[in-house]
């Protein structure tokens, strides 16, 4: 860790959650990365809920699934998301709790899990996964025009972009 990195004031709750929501609130899938009995990690589309991140991400699954299982019994878990069109990253990782409440399913619930789970809202298979996330690694770029920018400077001799002109890399406790 560089003089700067530990010297440079850490973001309160508030405003690490703030940012990662910002970062993540219109991706619409995520890689969930669960353990596996074999020690093997393994990873998994998951749609993201339309619900705005205070710390918790929800996700709908099977019940009988692999990743449920693995959760059950390995509940440290990751989660990644990618947003190609401006270059941002995050990661999180937490724990993964497997949730029975109505309210919360109705509220997450959309027409689209119909095509997964035969008796719809009703299908004992429904499983609500709830990650606390305990922190998140981030990559902001500020844009594919900014980026570009930055990667043509370094062609130049004698030129070469400063790591804030590449985007802004943070790693932050929630």
Not at 52 to 81: C, K, T
Not at 129 to 135: E, L, N, S, T, V
């Amino acid at each position: 860790m560089s003089d700067q990195t530990m010297n440079r004031e850490q973001p309160t709750r508030e405003q690490a959650v703030g940012t990662v929501a910002g970062l993540i609130k219109d991706i619409k899938f995520a890689m969930l990365v669960t353990t596996t009995d074999e020690g093997h990690l393994h990873a998994r589309p998951m749609t993201t809920q339309q619900t705005e991140f205070d710390g918790d991400l929800w996700f709908i699954g099977a019940r009988d699934s692999e990743a449920v299982h693995d959760m059950r019994a390995r509940p440290q878990v990751n989660v990644s998301y990618a947003d190609t069109g401006s270059n941002n990253y995050v990661s999180v990782h937490g724990t993964a709790e497997l949730v029975e409440d109505r309210a919360k399913l109705d509220e997450l619930w959309s027409d689209m899990y119909d095509m997964y789970f035969e008796g719809g809202k009703e299908d004992p298979n429904v499983q609500l996964i709830k990650i606390d996330a305990r922190g998140a690694e981030y990559w902001e770029s500020g844009g594919k025009v900014r980026t570009l920018f930055a990667l043509a400077k370094n062609l130049i001799p004698g030129q070469k972009a400063e790591a804030g002109e590449l985007g802004k890399n943070e790693t932050v406790e929630l």
